[in-house]
């Protein structure tokens, strides 16, 4: 794989090339990992350890060269790691290349970009993976079959929470400064941030789609130009409730992503602060807590699993998942098979235009003072 | 103290009697128990012990009777423990006949019944106990008290939550009947019997005052005439905001009262199926957890324990510490020196006119699709 | 009842008179609450609101007056809370007047005084109720429950532990003082003071029974005379392993009992402090929690409980339980008939006397440097 | 690297790979994967991703064609990852034959191996790595890190345990096989699997020297061999004492690595199935969570971590901080200069001989009726 973006201080790109080569099955292989030349060409070697050549002043020339390298010898695909405002322009331009494309999300700036990035990914046919990392969790794969074996009935009510402290002051940094900004993150901050993730965790595990939001938005830090902090009520198309909040100024919380699903005749509950566990209530017996590895679980559990129970697997295992299943497909790719819908499992540009619209919904709602909007 | 209601079948009338007598500053001498008046009789005999003249067939004798009994002998106070649309006239009766009332929530059917009862307290001088019992337990008493401090800075986002699952299905019984009646439970069902409680303790430990909100009400089980869920968007007065959210067909959930506040440099999580631990969250160090009876605690918690630390303290002894601060209360009055101000720490008619405001509130904006209502 | 002991400064004897009260089935008439006869004059006013003439200078003249006043209006039974040294005297006096005991532990000082208090007890027919208290938690009658069911299989391996951290400094105030005195306490410190609870629930909960033991114990505090923590060895008479282990000097730590049970095809995990939990694991599927007043309890445990799920139970509650079966003896006892077996379920004298020959196993195991010694 | 043992079926080889590659410095070149030539061959190409030419058929070939490769394009060192009893000649030809060793645990057999190993190393001036891996937890280094600072006093008491239950029954799997088998696991069974690995926590936390011990190991499973679960009673150098328990047929326990502290003014607690916190307890003040990638974390914590708070790292990452610290030793050693003490922070051959002394005193002590024993 090649990288854009990911270069010095930068935490996402060390990040997916640890995810993704986990496996063995990736490696990265070329970059160009910093709008500037000379830090690209540092990054590269003290972070990456990668040969002088392999290593680009931008991405145009890297898909340039690599293109015409030899099959063998060229990168198979791109990661995109940058700020969110360059996420278009790079993926349209690997896939212009031919390159298929694991992207950060929020995949855009703008709805209509995303829009457009469906339609060249459907034309040319390349996979495209949107890392919302968070569903290849083992215990997300179970929630997601639990609810979808019709345990328990149908849903009816869904509380999703993200709740950060990191930006509770004006803090400036690599990581803060863009996010802040509305020319490099885009018109949300934490909801474009952290609280897409959520509304894409509720959707995998629980098949809803969300058709009307009403969302109050604030911006607590003084000077600060986006979010940092929103609720959102939720009506989905099946009739089903629910709520959506997320913050970055929740003092003291870290990366508190937090999933309650609750249907006729049983409910869920999964934390990403402590990923192994999933608690399975139930209407007439003890709640049940489902372990990692553990025993009675799903084979979609199982196969995003690595460790017998009770070696604890994280956040770059989970990411890992991902790449893994993007491998396998990629691999049927390359070998002219389709891919098994199984390994299909992994977020898509679908589920980016889906997150812009979300995004663009929410910020609207909120702008008129708290309006109901259609999805 | 006298009882009205809380006769065979009854949750509420042994809880109050528990709870007003664990000090041993209180005893229960007389009830008129049910309004059938041999069951009241037999209530009286079996569940409390009660000699037969002191058990009255319905509680306008019980008022007239005591009221003619020598000072010494007569009942103190009236506990109200009945269904929701039977405190109004009680409550009103037991004030008219010159008798303190405590008085379950929510405090009336109507807002305009609380305002009248608000206008009798006011005019009569007596004491009114409205058992909100949630705000007893010592770490909300220490919750406050981290808030009232200044030690978080301004409050910024409220997360309050309360899940239940009894009511998931349509079952019958004592309890689940008259809640889900309009015609006894009020305008609210859900929001009536645990959405309230959710407002009066977030209130309680930040001194916000919500101004505006939007709620989205459902009533998930076929057939059922009253809310059983909801999710409420909070705006309070100094700015900050704050989302509710309370069900009673959260599958699996058993009473499932929970509050998060976050303010400027700190924030707390409690939680009421485990008491007896208080979270404080910080910016710039690990979080602790601060337990009843522990060390680092303020007066105001350590005033409400009764127990070492890590002897744990439950729902009835947090109850209690409503009666034991009317007790002082009372004693005062009876005494005829004025009630010190910490003593005056329990909800009252006040805590339940704002909290019939709010579910009215509540219930009109669900009704209208979700609109922004003024509090 | 009236109690001996439980005056001015006491934590324990409060603790009776609420438990003892809670149900509305037995009420405190009188006591001897100190040594000194003005004090307990003044206890008996201030802390219980008893009338002068119920207050009694020593407990030998409350025997002798009690017993002397007609039946109705006499006290049916006396409960023991003074310090360790004087239960014996105080004991053998009641049960030679007539009067049933409830008793502290550990019973007594020597393991002849708690035989001899047997053969009283044996003697006389009257009730003795030794309060290991713990015992009386719903979670506790469920865990003991489902080892008796069965469904574990035979249980191989034990872990019981129980830590405090308030000694851990050489602190000096009226519960500290008679603890670490020998003339007091009686052989042991922390293991006659807790580590003889620990015995008892491992003992209760199981239906194993110690037979062999090896003990290291450990005065940490400098100067402290007896043990403040120590490490037991356990082996059971069916070839089942256990570990007991208890600290008074565990820095940080409340009240920290806490049981592990492990058998063939499932084990339990309880812990005190957060008493209305219990956590089942089986071999095959994922574990459960199991909660006070839920769903799939036994009866066993929903005798013990006073409350819906999720309204905590605690200490209180569970000693209530002890003084609650002990009612329904006594009321059978005083009514001529047999008791009902499930109401005979609470610590006896034989628990009494099992328990100071554990004691004294362990002090002379450690004695001699940690060798083994039958029980 | 090179590995000998980790072909098909294997648990550990693979995590070796994961672990020693996830931080880009280490890449897997060559293997012996097996005994049998052709399951070596398959192993390696379908595990591992390796050229036929650097999967060789046994580990004396290996070693010498590797050795015979120019610097440059050879392994610069062995993992051993085979059942234990061939870890003692594998590891005396990697070292006579100059490679740098990492070894699972325990590292013999044989306590006069690991002596002999030891005198090897010392001989050879080679970098020698046991994976105690649980050592690479950054809240462990965070704990031994707060012992070491002074702020706890003198330690008093350890509670050491480690709960698995998969042998509960009378299994037969690869890994279950050889760790149940005498010639294969050595003399120990559970206590040499995971007892080894509680020994080597508390002593890297504590900085205490075990001194004496009294063990009582059991087998609980008819007709296996080796203990399956046994209590240890510690007494260490400096006065303090502690317990030792583990278990694997504590059914339903996973991977239970706990291990608890108590000093003369705080303790603290760290279980390896939830490793992102550590609990700190203090005397005077509300116990504290420590959070991996936290606020007010020591730089010994941080230099182990690779995520921000909240991103949670496991098994693999903990592991893989022990390949960290050595990789940064080798490029040391390699380049000539002396390697930085910090990062020298790994488990050695000396822990080895350590371990071993440890397991064989246990076995000695318990097969002698639960004698103590000096180590």
């Known amino acids: 794989m090649g990288m854009v973006g990911g270069g010095e201080g930068a935490f996402i790109g060390p990040v997916h090339r640890m995810a993704a080569e986990l496996d063995g099955e990736i490696e990265l292989v070329c970059g160009a990992f910093a709008s500037d030349p000379e830090r690209s060409m540092r990054s590269g070697r003290d972070i990456y350890g990668l040969a002088r050549e392999r290593c ?41 290349a031919g390159f298929h494309v694991v992207c950060d999300k929020p995949v855009t700036h703008r709805l209509e970009e995303a829009e457009h990035l469906a339609e060249l990914v459907s034309r040319s046919g390349l996979l495209f993976v949107l890392t919302h990392n968070y569903t290849g969790y083992p215990m997300v794969k179970e929630a997601r079959n639990l609810v979808r074996s019709g345990a328990f009935g149908s849903i009816r009510r869904v509380v999703c929470e993200y709740l950060q402290g990191w930006l509770a002051e004006d803090v400036s940094n690599k990581q803060a400064d863009w996010r802040t900004d ?32 009403c969302a109050d938005l604030s911006s607590f830090v003084p000077g600060r130009q986006l979010d940092d902090d929103g609720n959102v ?4 198309g099946s009739g089903a409730k629910g709520i959506l909040f997320a913050s970055q100024v929740a003092v003291g919380e870290e990366n508190g992503l937090r999933l309650r699903v609750y249907g006729e005749r049983g409910g869920l509950e999964w934390s990403q602060t ?49 790449y893994r299943n993007f491998a396998s497909a990629l691999r049927a790719t390359l070998s002219g098979t ?21 995004i663009s919904a929410v910020v609207t709602s909120s702008a008129r003072g708290g309006q109901w909007m259609s999805l």
Chains 1, 2, 3, 4 share one sequence.
């Not at 509305?182 to 969300?210: M, Q, W």
């Not at 009520?233 to 989905?236: A, E, I, Q, Y």
């Not at 489902?290 to 084979?299: E, H, V, Y």
């Open 56 to 96: 680009y002043p931008d991405y145009e020339e890297m898909f340039a060269v690599e293109a015409a390298r030899p099959p063998q010898a060229q990168m198979q695909f791109v990661v995109i790691a940058t700020p969110n405002h360059i996420h278009y322009p790079v993926a349209k331009a690997a896939l212009e």
């Open 182 to 213: 509305p020319e490099r993150a885009g018109v949300a901050g934490c909801f474009g941030d952290i609280g897409s993730h959520g509304e894409n965790l509720l959707e995998y595990v629980t098949d809803l789609k969300i058709v009307e939001l």
């Open 233 to 236: 009520l939720l009506r989905f």
């Open 274 to 322: 402590e990923p192994n566990s999933l608690i399975v209530r139930w209407p007439d017996r003890p709640y049940e807590v489902r372990r990692t590895g553990g025993s009675g679980l799903s084979a979609a559990a199982l196969n995003a699993t690595r460790l017998p129970a009770g070696h604890p697997e994280g956040y770059l295992e989970a990411f890992a998942v991902l």
């Open 338 to 358: 389709d891919p098994n819908p199984e390994m299909l499992d992994f977020p898509t540009i679908d589920d980016g235009v889906r997150g812009m619209r979300f």
